[in-house]
C-alpha cells in the first residue's frame, strides 16, 4: 500500500424510517442533505435509521457512497426517471461526483472530517429502490452493470461537516479493486477461481462480501468438475 492525497467534494445525507408507497413496508431509503455538523459512530452517521437491520446497516455497512455519475446512466436507461434522480435518491449517505468502482479498493481508507473510513464492500441493490421510484428494474441494472457504490466501515468516529472533503488516507492492492471484484461475482468460469481467492484476503472485507465469496468459488469448483 502506499499513501496518496487525493481529497473530494461530498455531501451526507440522512434520513428516518418511512414507509414505501405501494408496499407500505418501513425503509430508510428516504434521505435528506444535511448541512450542519453531525456526529458519525461505528453504525453510522446520527439520525440515519434502517428499517431491516438483517440486511442493512451495522458496523460493515455503516456509511453507504454512489457516485454522482450513475445517475446520468440511470435516466438514460430509465428515462422516466427524469426530474426523479438526484444525490440521495437511492439512500446513499455520502454523494460523490469525483469517483466511482474504477477508482477504489476494498480496504481503501478514507478521512472525512473527524472520522475515519474504509470501504469494506459494493452495495447489493434490493426492491425497495424500485418502489420508490415507482419503476421496475433500476436495482436489477444497478448490479448487472456494477454501478453499485459501496460501503464504508467507521474506523474512528468523529465529527463531520458539510464543508469536510473526503481524503484518501491510504489505496488498497489493485487485486481488490472494486470493478473488479464485481465483475469476478459475475463470472461463471473456473479461471476465475484464483483472483477471486485473493479477494478474499483483502483488508477489511466485510464478512458478507466474504461469504459471497466463498459461495462463487464454491460454485465454480462444482461447476468444472461436474460435482452437483
Known amino acids: 500500500m502506499r499513501p496518496f492525497s487525493k481529497s473530494l467534494a461530498v455531501q451526507i445525507f440522512v434520513g428516518t424510517i418511512q414507509r414505501l408507497p405501494q408496499s407500505a413496508r418501513p425503509s430508510g431509503i428516504y434521505k435528506t442533505r444535511v448541512n450542519m455538523p453531525v456526529y458519525l459512530n461505528i453504525n453510522g452517521f446520527e439520525g440515519d435509521q434502517q428499517a431491516d437491520l438483517r440486511v442493512h446497516g451495522g458496523p460493515d455497512k455503516a456509511v453507504q457512497l454512489y457516485p454522482v455519475a450513475h445517475y446520468a446512466a440511470l435516466i438514460k436507461r430509465f428515462p422516466e426517471l427524469l426530474g426523479k434522480l438526484a444525490p440521495g435518491a437511492i439512500g446513499e449517505n455520502i454523494s460523490c461526483p469525483d469517483l466511482n468502482e474504477q477508482e477504489v479498493h476494498?480496504?481503501?481508507?478514507?478521512?472525512?472530517?473527524?472520522?475515519?473510513?474504509?470501504?469494506?464492500?459494493?452495495?447489493?441493490?434490493?426492491?425497495?429502490?424500485?418502489?420508490?421510484?415507482?419503476?421496475?428494474g433500476v436495482a436489477a441494472y444497478i448490479a448487472q452493470s456494477s454501478k453499485t457504490g459501496w460501503y464504508f466501515r467507521v474506523l474512528e468516529p468523529g465529527m463531520v461537516t458539510a464543508e469536510n472533503r473526503l481524503v484518501l488516507v491510504e489505496s488498497g492492492n489493485e487485486h481488490y479493486r472494486l470493478c473488479s471484484i464485481l465483475s469476478l461475482m459475475q463470472q461463471n468460469e473456473s479461471a476465475a477461481i484464483g483472483a477471486l481467492q485473493r479477494c478474499l484476503m483483502a483488508p477489511g472485507i466485510a464478512d458478507n462480501l466474504r461469504l459471497k465469496i466463498e459461495q462463487k468459488i464454491v460454485h465454480l469448483n462444482r461447476a468444472s468438475t461436474g460435482t452437483p
Open 106 to 136: 476494498i480496504g481503501d481508507l478514507w478521512q472525512l472530517g473527524e472520522a475515519l473510513l474504509q470501504i469494506t464492500q459494493p452495495r447489493s441493490p434490493c426492491s425497495k429502490i424500485d418502489e420508490k421510484l415507482d419503476c421496475k
